[in-house]
């Protein structure tokens, strides 16, 4: 039977009951909380620790409480930091919002208001964000951003700046207790297996990993078993016995073939289809034969995959099959085909006029010559190996994310200077006192991290200087933030709390009704 509310302030209250408890852990001064799991008693200073293991008796309230932790989990997974202060705005802003809805505003123009103040707010982003050119002040946002870890941070900002935007950094399980980085020749692709028949795993994340794997680059649709059987033979006389099919398609009984053979391990494989668009993958195809030392299969150029010559097989180091990548290793060897196959992309960019395609082939090049760095994470048990991997993953994408949109001054500074920098258009009563409320939860960061310290004064100068000036709650004092690199928040973190708490905000807000089972 099911049950209905028609209370928003239920809803209203479990969010706040959830930010009560997690703001405690905020900032560099924040507190300690203690839970009781039934492996034993923890203690953790980490909000998105606290969040997920809250839930409360009340139905309705434990809803308002989930949605607030899914927000600061879309933020997690997005961003890899900001998961707190998401919680913070979010609270603020329904807090304020339901007040104003409760005393009879528009609602339909509230909410418009809050829309138009997200909008303006994020749009001013690129306008306040610096662009990172020092080793050290990454080093120090992927400090921040795995609570606190200065090692680990170091080892991602190297790995980081060594390989570049467009290079790619893996992580993955290792054998001893301290994190060891190593760099590779490679790239990581998004592709994904043809069949489930091809994967080895199940937990999202991990994949299949082909060591020493022979590798068949073909530039056709395989779609029948004749077009499989010299391949899989020529593959199945070979010491590897573990092949990589990269083709436009494999579909129908070639596909069925293969995932018969992966099954009973006749010929361990996998399919693969050629990265891009249709009319791209050609070109993505001679990227790869240039990572694994091979020629494309061609039928244009009279090669029949129907007579397969085990001259046409290249091979790479080692390939990692994800859910959603692909992670290819090359091998010493392949590094002279690689030079020569950017000098030939780098000539063909010089013909191409500025738009996606440009903007395509320069992702490629970069790929290419960036290379792979690879982080192995240990531990003393497996639970720390685990824990210490979760936390490198969140930093990791808080590193990159700063790589590829700069920092902006931490401490809850950014939020406030981005409400000051934009400029309110001509709107109705409403929608003015949405607006109002939206740049009153983008300075809730600020006061919470400055706590009792800063006074009314503080924050009034903040909003007449320069916006790197702001509060650093470990001195107690107005400061340069540039002078502290601890003090930054990455630009794509930012942004995306942002707009994660004002979407959450907008649903709770337009809610009034809530069906329980």
């Not at 329904?94 to 909008?119: P, T």
């Not at 992670?327 to 950017?342: G, L, M, S």
Request: contains cysteine; negative net charge; proline residues 3%.
């Amino acid at each position: 039977m099911q049950r209905v509310h028609f209370d928003r302030s239920q809803l209203v209250k479990g969010i706040r009951m959830l930010a009560r408890t997690v703001l405690v852990t905020y900032g560099p001064t924040g507190k300690t909380v203690l839970m009781d799991r039934p492996a034993g008693i923890i203690t953790t200073k980490d909000g998105a620790t606290v969040a997920r293991e809250l839930e409360f008796s009340h139905p309705v309230q434990n809803i308002g409480c989930q949605l607030a932790r899914n927000a600061s989990l879309q933020v997690n997974n997005q961003a890899g930091d900001g998961t707190t202060t998401v919680i913070c705005i979010l609270d603020i802003l329904i807090q304020e919002g339901n007040k104003r809805i409760v005393a009879g505003v528009n609602r339909r123009e509230f909410l418009q208001g809050i829309q138009m103040a997200g909008a303006a707010v994020t749009n001013a982003i690129p306008e306040v964000s610096q662009e990172i050119l020092v080793e050290s002040v990454l080093a120090s946002v992927a400090t921040v951003a795995c609570n606190g870890d200065e090692k680990i941070g170091k080892m991602l900002a190297e790995a980081c700046f060594a390989v570049g935007k467009e290079g790619a950094l893996i992580i993955e399980d290792g054998l001893n207790v301290d994190p060891v980085l190593e760099f590779r020749d490679g790239v990581v692709l998004e592709m994904q297996p043809l069949h489930f028949g091809f994967k080895s795993w199940d937990t999202p994340g991990e994949g299949r990993i082909m060591e020493g794997v022979q590798v068949a680059l073909i530039d056709q649709d395989l779609t029948s078993f004749e077009d499989v059987k010299a391949l899989m033979e020529s593959a199945g006389q070979r010491p590897q016995n573990e092949l990589l099919v990269i083709a436009r398609s494999v579909v129908g009984d070639a596909l069925n073939t293969m995932v018969l053979n992966n099954g009973k391990d006749v010929v361990k494989c996998c399919a693969l289809a050629a990265p891009g668009r249709a009319d791209q993958q050609p070109e993505q195809l001679q990227d790869l034969a240039a990572l694994a030392g091979t020629i494309v299969v061609d039928p244009q150029r009279g090669q029949d995959v129907r007579k397969w010559d085990e001259q046409w097989f290249g091979s790479m180091r080692k390939v990692t099959v994800k859910d959603k990548h692909v992670v290819f290793e090359t091998y010493p060897e392949a590094e002279q085909d690689i030079r020569v196959r950017v000098q030939q992309l780098e000539r063909d960019l010089e013909k191409l006029e500025d738009g996606y395609d440009r903007d395509q082939m320069q992702k490629r090049i970069a790929n290419l010559s960036g290379g792979l760095a690879l982080i192995k994470v240990g531990g003393w048990t497996e639970a720390a190996m685990k824990e210490r991997r979760a936390r490198i993953e969140d930093a990791l994408a808080a590193v990159q994310g700063a790589l590829a949109e700069g920092v902006m001054p931490g401490g809850g500074v950014a939020y406030i200077v981005l409400g000051r920098m934009s400029a309110r258009p001509v709107m109705t009563e409403a929608q003015r006192q949405g607006w109002d409320v939206v740049m009153k939860a983008l300075s809730g960061p600020f006061r919470r991290l400055a706590g009792t310290n800063a006074t009314e004064q503080d924050i009034t100068s903040m909003w007449t200087s320069d916006h790197w000036v702001g509060w650093d709650a470990r001195k107690g004092m107005l400061r340069d933030l540039r002078l502290s690199p601890s003090i930054l928040d990455p630009a794509n973190v930012v942004r995306t709390v942002i707009q994660v708490a004002l979407s959450a905000g907008t649903m709770v807000l337009s809610t009034d009704v809530v069906v329980l089972k």
